[in-house]
């Protein structure tokens, strides 16, 4: 059950900033953007082991990829490998289990900057701890 797993902050590469739900809401479709850290639920995340799955503490919802390769919240499914992460902790890195890809600030603009997944290399905006 959801509720009983452990949500935190993903802080970005710049550590000021942190994964976030755009505008709180808890709608499908939503982007995940960076953000300037905060106390908000929309700012909290589990990470399921058992399904690979990153879980959004205000809307239930699952982290996903879009065909885009755009980052979004989506209702769960734990057959959709768009919703499979791969945790790396000497990379500090977030891969996609869909395509490979990394999650990924785009053009390292930390303040309100779109998530994405691009290929992966050692840049500071694709390091989330």
Not at 15 to 23: E, G, P
Not at 39 to 53: I, P
Not at 89 to 113: P, R, W
């Amino acid at each position: 059950m959801v509720s009983k797993e452990s949500y935190k902050k993903i802080r970005t590469g710049n550590k000021k900033y942190c994964l976030d739900v755009y505008s709180g809401s808890k709608r499908n479709n939503i982007p995940l953007i960076s953000y300037g850290c905060h106390n908000g639920s929309n700012q909290q995340f589990a990470y399921k082991k058992g399904s690979k799955q990153i879980i959004i503490k205000s809307s239930k919802k699952c982290v996903d990829v879009t065909k885009r390769n755009r980052v979004v919240q989506n209702k769960c499914n734990r057959v959709t490998k768009s919703q499979k992460w791969k945790y790396n902790g000497k990379t500090k890195q977030y891969s996609s289990m869909k395509n490979k890809k990394c999650l990924d600030v785009a053009g390292k603009k930390y303040d309100n900057g779109n998530l994405i997944v691009y290929e992966c290399n050692n840049g500071s905006n694709q390091k989330f701890s």
